[in-house]
């Protein structure tokens, strides 16, 4: 009997723990692919001296939550004009907006532990990426 309350008492604290992990690498996703996006908005500037608004993508009818969405490389054109795109299936939207000769904002968007509350990636000419959930920023 104490041998299965303390196995209890370890699963109580195991499981939580292990599904804070999970959606963690969920939205590992995002931090790497706004970078990205910023660094590929640079390089384009670098070379025409503007940067491009790209539209929210995959869709904003995807449901934002733990399952993947294919990229549809034909829509979002104006991340492939950048030279940016996934490598497979994404949990997150992206988009770039506010574009023009001296700045943009790149943004990716996720609720993988679907709970209403966005996780937010942004990055911009002059600010590296900063995060937030729902109304809070963490830098």
């Known amino acids: 009997m104490i041998v299965i309350a303390i196995i209890g008492i370890l699963a109580a604290i195991a499981v939580p723990n292990f599904m804070s992990a999970q959606y963690r690498a969920k939205r590992a996703e995002l931090p790497g692919a706004v970078s990205s996006i910023k660094i590929a908005e640079l390089a384009y500037a670098a070379a025409y001296d503007e ?6 993508m995959p869709r ?12 549809d490389r034909v829509a979002a054109r104006q991340f492939t004009e950048i030279g ?3 490598d497979g299936m994404v949990r997150g939207n992206y988009q770039v907006t506010g574009a023009s000769e001296t700045d943009f904002l790149a943004e990716g968007h996720c609720d993988v532990d679907d709970d209403d509350h966005l996780f937010i990636m942004t990055a911009s000419h002059n600010v590296g990426v900063s995060t937030a959930v729902g109304d ?3 830098f």
């Open 136 to 138: 809070e920023w963490v």
């Open 51 to 56: 940067f491009v608004d790209a539209p929210l």
């Open 84 to 86: 940016w795109a996934p």
């Open 60 to 71: 904003s009818d995807v449901e934002l939550d733990k399952t993947q969405a294919e990229w």
